[in-house]
DNA sequence: GTCTATATAGGGATAGAC
DNA sequence: GTCTATCCCTATATAGAC
């Protein structure tokens, strides 16, 4: 048979195995076994081996977010629409309580040296994006980037809390109350009442 | 030489290069180096082999818990205190930007089979704990539980971005400015107001 | 308690048939 | 485009000398 998979597919299914098993625990056995291909044949896709495959997840990630993202803000819906839009494709994306995420993949061991610059350089893109919504949606600058790189580090914890205790609710809580905890006037609601809103 | 290195010193060097490489990426010729010992010396410590290795890294964490926060739960000071202290234990302990945490090492892959459940049960019992201070300062029960809950999300995220930004900063001002939050009478300060602290 | 040497398995990677 | 077979290297682990 000349494909079983397509491209899209079988980097489907990479992005998977990496986000399960990390980028040391991800073998070539292991793709082997979760794509139903060979490893010469893995070869034949990826002729730069292991680090090409990653590569991949990490293209693969680049991808959807120009495509899920991009399109969310290249939009004409209001700016506050748009960053709840941006936790609800967030919650889209991470569906399994286990689930490791480019920041727990690509940034210690053998990985960082590789793509570590390439996974910072695409977080503070990102830690931008949000900082100009939140800005756009009326919160002044300083506090504006302040608030992003929170959400980032609640966003992040709350992947970690999932997986140690095996519970998305976890993540779907945090992700769900964050948008109206950015959003918040700037001397607007106490923590709690924030909190109650979930 | 009969001993180089203490057993002490020798798990200590074990628990850097576990936090530094994640569990699969501890091999134990990383091991060897770091400590200057022959895998066979190695074996000779551990007979159970690297997974035995990995055990006294976990087993190391909690001897450290119950000197370090048992110490400080024991002693006489007032609740608030106790709370302060931990942090200020937290922030001893992280000291390089990049560092895995227990989370970040044993929930995933090869690891998570063989200590995921041993890492949750310890991480809820350290929820107990900072909720049980909370409550002891004042903060009633539910809210205690969810405060405790998202002390944890947002030290566990610190470190993350922490780790992608190189940037050991990101962390501290997390740690620093939690305890405040954290302690906030329930429709207390704004959050702002509480970031406005650090 | 540490070493050298070695056994065995698995990792990444390639050649060449189909 | 996929396979079988194979290569080399590293990983874990052990035996036995010192």
């Known amino acids: 048979m000349k494909t079983q998979l397509s491209k899209d597919a079988l980097i489907g299914k990479l992005v998977d195995v990496v986000y399960d098993y990390g980028y040391d625990g991800t073998t ?5 076994e979760a794509t139903g291909l060979g490893k010469a044949s893995l070869y034949h896709h990826f002729p730069g081996g292991k680090e090409e495959m990653a590569a991949a997840v990490l293209a693969h ?3 959807w977010g120009e495509a899920r993202i991009g399109a969310l803000l290249a939009g004409g819906l209001p700016a506050e629409q748009k960053l709840r839009g941006l ?11 286990h689930q490791l995420t480019l920041m727990n993949v690509f940034t210690y061991g053998a990985a960082r040296q590789v793509f570590g610059a390439q996974v910072r ?7 931008e994006v949000m900082a100009g919504l939140l800005h756009a949606c009326g919160i ?12 980032y580090i609640q966003i992040e914890g709350a992947m970690v809390l999932a ?4 519970d ?23 923590i709690d009442q924030l909190a109650a809103r979930r």
């Open 140 to 151: 002044p600058s300083p506090t504006a980037e302040a608030r992003a790189l929170d959400a």
């Open 163 to 166: 997986r140690t205790l095996d």
């Open 61 to 63: 990630s680049d991808r």
């Open 168 to 190: 998305l609710e976890v993540f779907r809580a945090v992700v769900r109350r964050l948008p109206d905890a950015l959003l918040a006037p700037p001397s607007g609601l106490t």
């Open 121 to 127: 350089s695409r977080v503070r893109a990102g830690l």
């Open 28 to 32: 070539l056995s292991v793709i082997s």
């Open 87 to 97: 936790f609800q494709a967030l919650e889209e994306v991470h569906t399994r309580s």
